[in-house]
């Protein structure tokens, strides 16, 4: 499929299920009252540089044991998520521009595993990247900045990693953990966000190792009531009210180094 417009559908405007593999390059999929792009069903598939916006339901839902390839996509100004993994979806979504969802940028829930590299998440209008309810998934160097929400959220059991990622100038935290959260989250660079670089609430229980948490407008790190989890070897820089603040928590500090904050 090449050069295509898929507007206006009651379904999902490209559907792909039960082992299906198409190749989709260049299409506008859009308007539509249901997903964009659902796959599931044990399909495959090659997305690139196609342009999916505006529909009711998620920009692209993987589930149900999916495993496609999303490269270069524009994924925007959706009604619900930007990118929806669920239900042991899984597949590889890199070099995407994913930005304006009302829902949140990508969200993995209940088993989705998807790998998730080198994708700008930006300006959504709740969370970056929301990874709840068992979700899993791998993150690697995504540029990460400029949403309404936190940049990362995990929580209820959910347990993602996060490697060589770029936080910045999100308008709450950069990474929040709570609620039964998990995650190992490593070598980041957290910048500028209105709340806190990292946030660990409420029985979140993460591992944070080798991250660098700079310039952010209050707290670096605020582990807050009932927070738990590691963090191991971080450098927190110029952080306007403290480098870390600790409330009523369990968390473990090691190693870290803290220098320059006000």
Known sequence: FDGNDFSGNSGAGVEVCTGGNPTCMNNKVHG???QGVLCHSQSK??????????????GVQLTTGAEPCFTANTIRDGQSQGVFVCDKGAGL???????????????????????????????????????CNAGLGRLDANEIFSNTGDGVEVCSQANPTLKGNVLHDGNACGIRVHSGGLGNISGCAISQHAT????VESDGVPTMSGNSISGEKVYGAWCRTDGAGLFDANTFTGCAAAAIRIDVCSTVFKANVCRANF
């Open 196 to 199: 806190a670089g990292i946030c």
């Open 45 to 58: 598939g090659k997305f690139e540089t196609n342009e999916i916006y505006g529909n009711k339901a998620a």
């Open 93 to 131: 979504c890199e070099e995407n521009d994913i930005f304006g969802n009302e829902g949140p940028n990508v969200q993995i829930e209940s088993g989705g595993n998807a790998r998730l590299a080198s994708n700008r998440i930006h300006h959504g209008k709740s969370s970056g990247v929301l990874v």
């Open 32 to 34: 539509g009252d249901a």
